[in-house]
């Protein structure tokens, strides 16, 4: 039993490293590099923010939150559009010109 479940993990951490690999050659992969890569700047930004918002919330004034909140809103409408942005263009390009036969 435990076997087989250490086999499972095993299985999908050679998956995930073979498609995190993929991303940085010119195999196919099932990840998107644009996508990692904002992905991971999103977080670390998150936790910049957050750390900043408990080391200081004590003397933080209402302007201070505010324009934290401002940041946090601007950078998820970024994000919205940019997605948006991108399956508006990738949904015209992968249609088939329709063949005459």
């Keep these: 039993m435990m076997e087989s479940k250490i086999k499972f993990w095993k299985d999908r951490m050679y998956w995930l490293g073979k498609?995190?690999?993929?991303?940085?050659?010119?195999?196919s992969s099932f990840f998107s590099k644009k996508r990692l890569e904002s992905s991971i700047a999103f977080i670390i930004g998150q936790w910049g923010m957050i750390y900043w918002l408990i080391e200081n919330h004590s003397e933080a004034t209402s302007s201070?939150?505010?324009?934290?909140?401002?940041?946090e809103f601007a950078i998820s409408?970024?994000?919205?559009a940019e997605i948006q942005k991108e399956k508006k263009t990738n949904g015209t390009n992968d249609q088939e010109t329709p063949t005459q036969e």
Excluded: C, R
């Design 77 to 80: 409408g970024y994000i919205l």
């Design 64 to 71: 201070d939150i505010a324009l934290w909140a401002g940041i």
């Design 19 to 27: 498609e995190l690999l993929g991303i940085y050659t010119s195999k």
